[in-house]
């Protein structure tokens, strides 16, 4: 009898599950253990929610910074986004709307002018400058400071301050995507003065940081929690911060998490275990929301690194992988599965039927061993390999990294499992060290647009350290057409270029691509206030919530 690879991974569900659904059905219900002034029991509540109370919010590892130069991951975005603000923002339709800047507009196609909005002042009442938003800008711009979403600016050649309310970007060439930078953490702005004044601590726990968002930073304990308040002096009165304060509690363990939903003792939590989520669905006390998403999860190979250099290999062990066991067992109707690339249905956003005829030519690498065997036998490693593959303890990935080991044995290859934080899993996924053979990781486009994935995450330059690369791949006719496509207005041959990328990228086989997934936000049903929408992750959440 042949070992079905992912049998391992089912028993691991079915113990969690049991475990919880135990956990769950004996925990007692209630208040949220004192923490949360404003909130009364989490069912059956009659009272309308009003202003105040402390909100406990689950994060599934802890941040990266407080600096929003490095929000880029699903931990700090929560935190972050409340406390620092970008020039523009997406409304609940996904359109850009302004934010910071009051109203722009494209003076030709290559420059774009940001006018600023009156009045608006950083948490201490000090004022927000025009030369604070350059600053902000600029530094994120630099690459000094090896942001995570520099290569936003990578087409940005001038950044100055027309006046006192006034900021003007002109670009080295058209650039279909700029648009999009300024409701993403790229331009969230921070005071310049306090940066000064704090420059070897910036964004740590002892240096804070200081922005115009409705929530203010009060403390950070590493690896335990993070504490904000409401900002007293937020420009935006046309309603909330309802808020007193939000505590976020750092709980990787995703049980924990689904004990805490049931007692009350957290409120809100985004990401859930995608093997845990019926358990969530079935609690009395808890709203769970969900939307289709532009998230890719996803196995991402270093093709810079023998013998991932070989195009067979990482072909081979795509194969070899049963995907769709995956998506049966542990992601269930939570999400769909992904094709050789990460560009979900959400993101056909432009040229949608040559999507729609695209995706059926694009390989989806289905479980084939024999093929797989093939492959390596044609290889530069024909009788296997050892390799190394990172990953951290989400549920989803974690599996994934066992199923993998598991899958390739047959063909001779020992993968070692490397489990780190999610912190450093992050760090170590945009250094441009890529100190890793194999790293598990996910990925959402930053706007609504396919470009937010191929560009970022398969474009050379973006190899370099603070650049979403993840499989360091390099390849010149890819370069070249992710290139050629942002310069265009025309979406309709945008579309075009960015399909004949793709097929070029899944025959290279970079990714394993494991499975398009649905956000998922579940809170106490005496949270109210927040629909959960594609792009929340820089999104601010919390300025229009209340406790019952």
């Not at 009156?118 to 927000?128: E, I, L, R, W």
């Not at 269930?332 to 959400?346: E, L, M, S």
């Not at 390989?363 to 390596?376: F, G, I, M, T």
Request: proline letters at 5%.
């Amino acid at each position: 009898m042949k070992k079905n690879p992912l049998l391992n991974v089912l028993a691991i569900c079915s113990t969690v599950l049991a475990l919880v659904t135990t956990a769950c059905s004996s925990a007692p219900a209630g208040n949220s253990g004192g923490q949360s002034s404003g909130s009364t029991s989490t069912s059956g509540s009659t009272e309308a929610a009003k202003p105040g109370g402390t909100l406990v919010f689950a994060l599934n590892s802890d941040i990266v910074s407080l600096d929003p130069a490095f929000n880029y991951d699903f931990s700090t975005s929560p935190v972050v986004n409340e406390i620092t603000e970008g020039l523009c923002r997406y409304d609940e339709n996904m359109q850009l709307v302004g934010n910071l800047a009051e109203k722009w507009e494209m003076t030709d196609d290559k420059t774009y002018v940001y006018h600023l909005r009156k009045g608006v002042v950083f948490s201490d009442g000090s004022p927000m400058t025009v030369d604070d938003v350059v600053f902000s800008m600029e530094r994120t711009r630099d690459p000094k400071t090896a942001s995570y979403l520099s290569w936003l600016y990578g087409n940005v050649d001038k950044i100055e301050a027309v006046d006192d309310s006034t900021v003007k970007v002109t670009l080295k060439q058209p650039d279909a995507m700029w648009r999009y930078a300024t409701a993403t953490a790229a331009t969230q702005i921070i005071s310049k003065k306090y940066y000064e004044a704090h420059k070897d601590n910036f964004g740590k726990p002892d240096g804070g940081v200081l922005g115009t968002g409705p929530f203010k930073f009060v403390s950070w304990q590493t690896g335990s929690e993070i504490v904000l308040e409401k900002n007293e002096n937020y420009w935006d009165k046309t309603g909330g911060p309802y808020l007193d304060k939000v505590i976020y509690k750092v709980i990787p363990e995703g049980t924990t998490v689904i004990t805490g939903l049931k007692t009350g003792q957290i409120n809100m939590a985004i990401n859930l275990p995608l093997d845990l989520v019926k358990v969530v669905e079935g609690m009395d006390s808890v709203n769970v929301q969900k939307v289709d998403s532009y998230m890719n999860d996803a196995i991402e190979f270093n093709t810079q690194r023998p013998p991932f250099t070989d195009k067979k290999v990482r072909q081979a062990m795509n194969y070899a992988l049963d995907k769709q066991k995956i998506i049966d067992l542990l992601v269930h109707d939570n999400g769909i599965a992904g094709h050789a690339i990460p560009v979900p249905p959400a993101l056909w956003t432009i040229g949608k039927a040559k999507w729609e005829a695209a995706f059926k030519e694009i390989p989806d690498y289905a479980y084939n061993l024999e093929k797989a065997k093939q492959l390596l036998a044609e290889s530069s490693v024909p009788n296997g390999f050892s390799a190394k593959i990172l990953t951290d303890n989400d549920g989803l990935r974690i599996n994934s990294a066992l199923a993998l080991q598991a899958a390739v044995k047959p063909l001779g290859i020992n993968l070692e499992i490397e489990k780190v934080t999610g912190e450093e899993l992050t760090t170590r996924g945009f250094s441009g060290s890529r100190d890793y053979d194999i790293i598990v990781n996910n990925w959402s486009s930053d706007f609504p647009d396919p470009s937010g994935t191929l560009l970022p995450l398969f474009h050379s330059d973006n190899a370099a350290d603070g650049g979403a690369n993840y499989a360091n791949y390099k390849n010149p006719e890819v370069d070249k057409l992710l290139a050629e496509q942002v310069r265009l207005t025309d979406d309709e041959k945008r579309a075009d270029l960015l399909i004949q990328a793709a097929k070029l990228i899944a025959d290279d086989s970079p990714w394993v691509m494991l499975s398009h997934n649905k956000q998922i936000m579940a809170t106490s049903k005496n949270v109210t206030g927040y629909k959960i929408v594609p792009l929340w992750s820089f999104q601010d959440m919390l300025k229009g919530v209340k406790l019952q």
